[in-house]
């Protein structure tokens, strides 16, 4: 069974920093496209990073692009969030996807079971 387990979520202040890991099988990590989504109380999920298998494409969400950045580790089949000047609006469950194109979240195929992440202003 597929599974991905996220850590380092937490509470922070408003300009602060922190960083997302997500640890996957590799059965799981060497065979997909990684990222992740976020889920605001009351929202529906979004999508807000990718990256391929190589580490050579990255995509972001608009509203992360320039203080998120995100990266993978193929020997440790771990992938990261970086998350740099967060607002409150960002304060959101995280969740680590893996799959084709996680891009579309139709195509996402595994799902972690989330970390919070608190914005306060």
């Known amino acids: 069974q597929a599974l991905l387990v996220e850590s380092g979520g937490g509470l922070v202040q408003a300009g602060g920093s922190l960083r997302l890991s997500c640890a996957a099988p590799?059965?799981?990590?060497?065979?997909?496209?990684m990222g992740w989504y976020r889920q605001a109380p009351g929202k529906e999920r979004q999508f807000v990073s990718a990256?391929?298998?190589?580490?050579?494409?990255?995509d972001y969400a608009d509203s992360v692009k320039g203080r998120f950045t995100i990266s993978r580790d193929n020997a440790k089949n771990m992938v990261y969030l970086q998350m740099n000047s967060l607002k409150p609006e960002d304060t959101a469950v995280y969740y680590c996807?893996?799959?084709?194109?996680?891009?579309?979240?139709?195509?996402?195929?595994?799902w972690g079971q989330g970390t919070l992440v608190t914005v306060s202003s």
């Open positions: 590799e059965s799981t990590f060497s065979s997909h496209t």
């Open positions: 990256i391929s298998w190589s580490g050579g494409t990255t």
């Open positions: 996807v893996a799959g084709a194109d996680v891009r579309v979240q139709e195509w996402v195929r595994v």
